[in-house]
């Protein structure tokens, strides 16, 4: 990295051009570390540095190939799960009538999202449903990757989120627990009947939230659901996440 940012640069650029290194910057790094996983891959501080002080360069689109390396991966076979057909719903368990407002942002591998307000009702939720067709005797493995963006200083087990496949919770963790860290949780089973399965990742509040609270976001890094046709798992299901093993090594 000091390489990168420091005299390999200056050796290849600085005799033709003044330099500029955006990137080591403390006040532009903090600011890039506050916000969502989304407009940081999309370099979206750096465009609108540009923007604010040389605007006619973005005529020119840099990189020459305008396309992020995101969009360059070939990931057609490596079994991450496409974001191209979720749903999305919000609301609360305990008033079907309350409308619950999020943010959703949707990428074609990932996703981030969260409340669009600090006033919540314990109950209150917004979530994420994917679609899988499984067959019955097979045996099947989901790996979600999961990270919470939240603040240290606020209160504990406000909110959590949760792994529901058909309706039953296989996994929850408060944000407050095993925050800014990429959880993940490998859940394999051995499916019982042939069905589409309905698999919702869930924020829920679980008190009363107000004074502008922050609540946090989630950022799905990948998921991959596809079927294990080496591997057989027994009827009772497997799940295992990285904070669980943290947590076993730490004792």
């Known amino acids: 990295m000091p390489a990168w940012l420091g005299a390999s640069v200056l050796v290849d650029n600085d005799i033709l051009c003044d330099t500029y290194l955006l990137f080591n910057v403390r006040k532009?790094?903090?600011?890039?570390?506050?916000?969502?996983?989304?407009?940081?891959?999309?370099?979206?501080?750096?465009?609108?540095?540009?923007?604010?002080?040389?605007?006619?360069?973005?005529?020119?689109?840099?990189?020459?190939?305008?396309?992020?390396?995101?969009?360059?991966?070939?990931?057609?076979?490596?079994g991450y799960t496409s974001f191209k057909e979720v749903k999305t719903n919000s609301g609360s368990i305990y008033n079907k009538k309350r409308e619950v407002k999020?943010?959703?942002?949707?990428?074609?591998?990932?996703?981030?999202?969260?409340?669009?307000?600090?006033?919540?009702?314990?109950?209150?939720?917004?979530?994420?449903?994917?679609n899988n067709n499984i067959v019955k005797g097979r045996s099947y493995?989901?790996?979600?990757?999961?990270?919470?963006?939240?603040?240290?200083?606020?209160?504990?087990?406000?909110?959590?989120?949760?792994i529901i496949i058909d309706d039953d919770i296989v996994y929850s963790l408060s944000f407050d627990v095993f925050n800014e860290r990429t959880n993940q949780i490998i859940y394999c089973f051995c499916a019982k009947k042939t069905m589409q399965q309905a698999i919702k990742i869930r924020l829920s509040v679980n008190e009363n939230i107000s004074n502008g609270i922050y609540n946090g976001e989630l950022t799905i890094k990948s998921l991959s659901f596809r079927d294990e046709p080496i591997k057989h798992f027994d009827d009772k299901a497997i799940i295992e996440?990285?904070?669980?093993r943290y947590t076993k090594i730490s004792q």
């Not at 996983?37 to 750096?46: F, N």
């Not at 990428?107 to 999202?113: I, K, L, P, Q």
């Open 28 to 78: 532009i790094l903090a600011f890039g570390l506050s916000i969502p996983e989304y407009w940081r891959i999309h370099d979206t501080i750096y465009y609108e540095i540009i923007n604010r002080l040389w605007p006619s360069l973005l005529q020119y689109r840099m990189p020459n190939d305008g396309r992020q390396i995101y969009a360059l991966l070939d990931r057609e076979n490596t």
């Open 102 to 130: 999020a943010h959703y942002e949707i990428r074609d591998y990932g996703a981030c999202f969260g409340f669009s307000s600090n006033d919540l009702n314990k109950g209150d939720y917004c979530e994420l449903i994917f």
């Open 141 to 162: 493995y989901y790996e979600f990757n999961l990270l919470t963006i939240y603040h240290h200083f606020t209160p504990k087990n406000i909110v959590s989120y949760s």
């Open 241 to 244: 996440s990285t904070h669980n």
